[in-house]
Nanobody, 126 residues
Framework: QVQLVESGGGSVQAGGSLRLSCAAS?????MGWFRQAPGKEREGVAS???????????TYANSAKGRFTISEDNAKNMLYLEMNALEPEDTAMYYC???????????????????WGQGTQVTVSP
């Protein structure tokens, strides 16, 4: 069983930055950040393989490339999402997710993750 606790959300103006954190307990093979805006489906933002055999391979959604950076600290069991140049369109509830299953065919597909945090709100004003 893996427990995930996010923190770091908040309100910023467009162009600002935020850093999300996720504390994890237990073994994870891959972790990701997902977001859900009001009235929209949950979408993948970024993922990272946390198993040491996968060399921290990362994947970003097109909307995140060049602005967001996902990282991990294995020693502390922490996952991060550094978000820069934030836009109002980034406003959403952000979720940390993890899987311990050693097969993730589509890393930004939420169906492959079986552990979820409670979410942290990010609001970007114009």
């Amino acid at each position: 069983q893996v427990q995930l606790v996010e923190s770091g959300g908040g309100s910023v103006q467009a162009g600002g930055s935020l850093r999300l954190s996720c504390a994890a307990s237990g073994y994870t093979y891959c972790m990701g950040w997902f977001r859900q805006a009001p009235g929209k489906e949950r979408e993948g933002v970024a993922s990272i393989y946390t198993d040491i055999t996968r060399d921290g391979q990362v994947t970003y959604a097109n909307s995140a490339k060049g602005r967001f950076t996902i990282s991990e600290d294995n020693a502390k069991n922490m996952l991060y999402l550094e978000m820069n140049a934030l836009e109002p369109e980034d406003t959403a509830m952000y979720y940390c997710a993890a899987t311990s299953t050693i097969w993730v065919p589509v890393v930004l597909d939420q169906s492959h993750y079986n552990y979820w945090g409670q979410g942290t709100q990010v609001t970007v004003s114009p």
